[in-house]
């Protein structure tokens, strides 16, 4: 797990980042067919990823290392964000289906 990590979900208030963050930057990750698309996501500091759930079934965004805060169950066609504040690899999965795994790689 990355040392000293700063992120901020939707719902919290955001701490400074170390870098020049990517200002405006967002990236959609689909939730859909009981998968992530893109399964991988590389970005910059400062960057803003939205997960959007196109399953019929619900869905629950959980960083693998409680380094963001989980999303609620997110029904067909909610969305979720977070944005990453500092460098390093954070991988996630759906704690109601934990087959469903994804990571963001931030540089």
Not at 41 to 68: I, K
Not at 73 to 80: C, I, P, R, W
Request: aromatic share 8%.
């Amino acid at each position: 797990m990355p040392a000293a990590i700063a992120l901020c979900s939707v719902a919290a208030s955001c701490a400074a980042a170390d870098a020049a963050p990517a200002k405006g930057v967002t990236h959609e990750v689909a939730i859909q067919n009981f998968a992530f698309a893109p399964k991988s996501l590389v970005v910059s500091v400062g960057t803003r990823v939205v997960w959007t759930n196109h399953d019929e079934e619900p869905h629950v965004v959980t960083s693998a290392g409680g380094t963001f805060v989980s999303s609620k169950a997110l029904d067909s066609g909610d969305t979720y964000a977070v944005m990453f504040l500092k460098p390093g690899t954070y991988t996630y999965y759906c704690s109601i289906h934990p087959m469903m795994v994804g990571t963001v790689i931030v540089q």
